[in-house]
């Protein structure tokens, strides 16, 4: 019953900023940690940054300056802010939660992904 949904990709050029969201609903008794990934073409998918429940982050060093997660735990929803882009930004982004699905069980759900491209 539990959905991530993802939002806010699209093309940007270097430089340029995007905002990405996403949604999670269903049977949610609580959530844990919050994370984007990514993952290019013919690249292992990778952390690109983390938030607690209590608000505390983690970024991958490749973005930090740049980007910025965040939370609206009232809503459920993940949020990251990326600027300064890179081409090297390029990927299909995905959004992790560790979710409550049931008192005391828990479980690492995936969004579809949305792709995010740098480019001229």
């Known amino acids: 019953q539990v959905q991530l949904v993802e939002s806010g990709g699209g093309l940007v050029q270097p430089g340029g900023s995007l905002s990405l969201s996403c949604a999670a609903s269903?049977?949610?008794?609580?959530?844990?940690?919050m994370g984007w990934y990514r993952q290019a073409p013919g690249k292992q998918r990778e952390l690109v940054a983390a938030v607690t429940n209590d608000g505390r982050t983690d970024y991958a060093d490749s973005v930090k300056g740049r980007f910025t997660v965040s939370r609206d735990n009232a809503k459920n929803t993940l949020y990251l802010q990326m600027n300064s882009l890179k081409p090297e930004d390029t990927a299909v982004y995905y959004c992790n939660a560790d979710i409550e699905y049931d008192s005391g069980s828990f479980y690492f759900y995936w969004g579809q992904g949305t792709q995010v491209t740098v480019s001229s």
């Open positions: 269903g049977r949610i008794f609580s959530i844990n940690v």
